[in-house]
């Protein structure tokens, strides 16, 4: 017999008795207000995050300007802003190494936790998320939703080889609770609110 | 007592003289203290000077682990045991508030107690589903009986790759399968990516807590552990310094890694997806950057769909450490393009559990570690006292499935409160499974002497549940009924340290019924 055969055998022989019927999940109420942007911003900023508003048509990129002045290398998956390091051309994760900014934009935003989403689709390469140094996010407002139910309802989360919830920047207190941004992966992340040019497909 | 320590004490903490005198966590934009992911709601610090790290139980092959005596070396260490106790009270603390913050948490807690146990009484079922779909997506899957044949599944892989090193993230269920040991012994290089799992690799031991694997480790532990292991300045102990040493350090391996391993939070059927929670992203540096991917599931971990996940991850982490999500909740569906997925599904003694009428739903346990910081127990002994891959409260109950008489002891370190059963998101009674194993391991004859004497002892009440629950449900707790000396005999180190609290004369439910409702039964 093979493993796969033993297990399930077990599993039919040990069923335990009874009916355990599967629940269905109510629509939760949202606990946020209707001003999404702000409760976003400060649920984000406890999870050590920060939310910019984009700068003026001309120069969006105003208020992460400092930023990115300091980068050596910037990686840009959006159209918004051209990097130095191409994403497309990446023969492996690992060139990815050395960046210290990357640009992304997150397909929506969830409110109640201040977390934003990304699939393989808008990193191109999902290492760069992790392996830069600072992440600056784009979010269209109007992609917030209220709450992770809400979240879990998109079709994403069905048809992507992967797809992240990101809610605030890499972080540990592994050593005696003291909060340090920066564990692993990134150590800071910026959500630019600018609307997008080109609706996602 | 000072000022300071009296002000601390109004704060309500336990042990006033374990404070820091800077405080060194993150902050927010417009200054204010940040306390997401594991962080103290307050600076706690170990003081100075140095104090041994108190090891864990002494392991001797099958013999049963004398979790007492661990104990005993954990409570003689003060320094540590205060610190312990007060960070893992404060998460518990952190835990309330998160909880207190949602009108419907108790009802997210009966919806996800419930999904678990249609799931689980449907396995066979929603496993076909999960492989169906992950084979679909291109993944290879395969199925481990116990941990030994998931450790060669692994091995196996990996060669066929010419593998020799792999990075992963925190998974219990390695932790269950002797992982590590294993592929040392076969010449494959691990490396811990989670920063506290990796202190514990680095100090040859095993996690002591399944959410804060170091949690019993003060910052002059961790600063000998890498001024050892790592080159670190040995002098210094500041954790900002120490943290982005693992970093540097680690960042290499993970970038030359060949393969890269991950657990799993929780398993969707309907699509075939691993889902991971961490803080620190190294699931997703492990998952996305090594050319080769593995993901160790338990079969437990299944839930139905995707509209699920919107139950558990808002009780999870909120649980788990008072935050409302995780940095990072990570869904692996299908591999990279020029890379290969594999998933192993272990059962490990799952499925023979499932048959265990008063045991089965502690299968419904997600991992969050709620039970051990609310327990007393595990809060004044630490979790390397138990000797085993689970420890505190949801310990006692699964670790005798694993191996009956090296952990029959395991069940008699608790007081019985109840407070564990109280905070599980997914309602397992673990008190009373605690007290069914006593049950089971008196009749067995595997329980040691010195604690069949307490339960002699403890008489009529310990024996018959029906005794019990009427106890319980007359004082809320067995407190009231056991006697003295068995709660505070030699073989319970940990209740030296304390009184044990004074349980109310009266119920809540009882009181609440005399005063706040009407004749009728009506509030």
Known sequence: MSAREAIFARLKANRPAGDYPLPAVPDFAPLVGDDLVAEFAERLARMGGRVERAGS??????????????????????????????????????????????IVRARFGVAETGSVLFTQDDLIVNAVAYLAQHLIVLLDPADLLTNIQAAY?????????????????????????????????VRSLTVLLLQRKIQAA | ??????????????????????????????????????????????????????????????????????????????????????????????????????????????????????????????LEQFEAAAKANGVHVHWAEDGAAHNRIVLDILQKHGAKSLVKSKSML????????????????????????????????????????????????????FARTLGTDPDNDDAHYLAESQRETTRPLILKADAGLTGCNFAI?????????????????????????????????????????????????????????TQYTSHFRGPRPGTEMHMVLVDNGRSERLGMEEFWTSLKCIRCGACMNTCPVYRRSGGLSYGATYSGP???????????????????????????????????????????????????????LLKQGMMKAAGAVLSRPAAYRAA????????????????????????????????????????????????????
């Open chain 2, 1 to 126: 007592m000072s000022e300071e320590l009296q002000s601390r004490e109004r704060e309500g903490v336990i042990h006033p003289e374990v404070r820091a005198r800077s405080d060194e966590s993150e902050r927010g934009p417009d200054g204010q203290r940040l306390q997401h992911a594991e962080a103290a709601s307050k600076p706690i610090r170990a003081d100075a000077p140095r104090e041994p790290q108190p090891r864990g139980a002494k392991v001797k092959g099958n013999r049963p682990i004398d979790q007492a005596e661990a104990a005993e070396r954990f409570l003689a260490a003060p320094l540590h045991q205060k610190a312990h106790d007060e960070r893992l009270w404060d998460v518990r603390k952190k835990r309330d508030t998160a909880a207190h913050g949602i009108p419907e948490w108790e009802e997210l807690r009966e919806i996800a107690s419930q999904i678990k146990a249609h799931t689980l009484t449907h396995l066979d079922t929603y």
């Open chain 2, 394 to 448: 949801i310990g006692l109950i699964i670790d005798p499935t694993f191996n009956k008489r090296k952990y029959s002891t395991l069940p008699f370190s608790s007081t019985m409160n109840g407070s564990c059963t109280n905070v599980c998101p997914v309602k397992i009674n673990i008190h009373e499974q605690i007290f069914a194993w006593r049950k089971v391991l008196a009749e067995e004859h595997q329980i040691p």
């Open chain 2, 174 to 225: 390695t932790e269950e399968c002797g992982f590590r040991h294993f592929m040392a012994a076969n010449g494959i290089d691990i490396i811990e990516t989670d920063l506290g799992e990796r202190i514990q690799q680095l100090d040859d031991e095993e996690p002591s807590h399944v959410v804060m694997p170091a949690v019993h480790k003060t910052r002059l532990d961790v600063a000998d552990v």
């Open chain 2, 472 to 523: 319980i449900g007359a004082a809320d707790s067995a407190l009231r009924v056991l006697p003295r000396f068995a709660v505070y005999n030699p073989a319970n180190t940990w209740g030296k340290k304390r009184e044990m609290p004074h349980a109310p004369r009266q119920s809540f439910h009882a009181w609440y019924r005399q005063n706040r409702m009407n004749k009728d039964g009506q509030s």
């Open chain 1, 57 to 102: 048509p001309a120069d969006p990129f105003a208020p992460v300007r400092s930023r990115l002045a300091g980068a050596a290398v910037i990686a840009s998956a959006v159209p918004e802003f051209t990097g130095n390091r191409d994403l497309r051309a990446a023969q492996r994760p690992q060139d990815m190494a050395d960046v210290d900014v990357a």
């Open chain 2, 269 to 325: 059927a309907e699509t075939g997806t691993v889902v991971t929670c961490t803080n620190e992203g190294n699931a997703d540096l492990s998952g996305n950057v090594p050319p080769l991917q593995i993901h160790s599931i338990g079969i437990e971990k299944i839930v139905p769909k995707v509209e699920h996940l919107g139950v558990f991850i808002r009780l999870l982490s909120r649980s788990a450490l008072g935050s409302p999500i």
């Open chain 1, 153 to 185: 309802r998109r079709p994403e989360f069905g048809r992507s080889a992967y797809a992240v919830l990101h809610t605030g920047p890499s972080a540990t207190a592994d050593i005696e609770g003291v909060l340090i941004h920066g564990a692993q992966g």
